[in-house]
């Protein structure tokens, strides 16, 4: 099936800071990236949803000055906490949708990030 | 609202039985049903998916089962293995969109 990496696996970073996460589709090209959050023993929150070459669309409720996503190519789309809070400590998620009539999303590994 | 029921929350079954999870939905538009997979600490994994226009698919030890008219899909797991312990999250999307609106996942636990 699709690859879909995401980097870092885990970040551990201090109140105030900046933190990016990458997403990459690495054997296929996606037209459409998603981006979820996950908090312990729940379903996965849709945050985002980018295309390639666009402003991101963000959920009801997602700050999009805190949550930048950047989907700068076919395989590549960043999510950048920014002025990260202990509250921001999650587990984030990314998905890659290819084009055409494909309707499956393939999954990161996720990223599980802590603020102190 | 939750676009996508499912139930149960948890579910302990023996090794060699049969795990079943039932997912609802109400939007008769939704035309592609996956089901996920997924251990702690790991992203979502792709089981199997069905669509609308059949009742039933099996791959290996898992089948989706569909009734349109009931709007309701279920995931079986045959042969149940200790490995299959995980969380399970069923989903719906409709072609038009791109968003997967997902259940609330059943925790499987199957004990040897």
């Known amino acids: 099936g699709a690859v879909v990496s995401q980097h870092p696996s885990w970040v551990i970073c201090k109140s105030g800071t900046s933190v990016k996460i990458e997403c990459r589709s690495l054997d296929f090209q996606a037209t459409t990236m998603f981006w979820y959050r996950q908090f312990p023993k729940q379903s996965l929150m849709l945050m985002a949803t980018?295309?390639?070459?666009?402003?991101?669309?963000?959920e009801q409720g997602v700050e999009k000055d805190k949550f930048l996503i950047n989907h700068a190519s076919l395989t590549l789309s960043t999510l950048t906490v920014t002025s990260a809070h202990p509250e921001d400590s999650s587990f984030y998620i990314c998905?890659?949708?290819?084009?055409?009539?494909?309707?499956?999303?393939?999954f990161g590994p996720g990223t599980r990030l802590t603020v102190l | 609202q939750q676009q996508v029921k499912q139930s149960p929350q948890s579910l302990i079954v023996q090794k060699g039985g049969i795990s079943i999870i039932n997912c609802a939905y109400e939007?008769?538009?939704?035309?592609?049903f996956p089901w996920y997979q997924q251990f702690p600490g790991k992203g979502p994994a792709l089981l199997i998916a069905?669509?609308?226009?059949?009742s039933e698919k099996k791959e290996g030890r898992f089948t989706i089962s569909f009734n349109k008219s009931a709007k309701q899909f279920s995931l079986h797991i045959m042969d149940s293995q200790p490995g299959d312990s995980a969380t399970y999250f069923c989903a719906a999307s409709m072609r038009t969109g791109n968003q997967f609106y997902f259940g609330t996942g059943t925790s499987l636990t199957v004990i040897p």
């Open positions: 939007n008769t538009a939704f035309d592609y």
């Open positions: 980018s295309n390639e070459g666009s402003k991101a669309t963000y």
């Open positions: 069905i669509r609308p226009d059949v």
């Open positions: 998905s890659a949708r290819a084009g055409g009539n494909t309707d499956t999303q393939y």
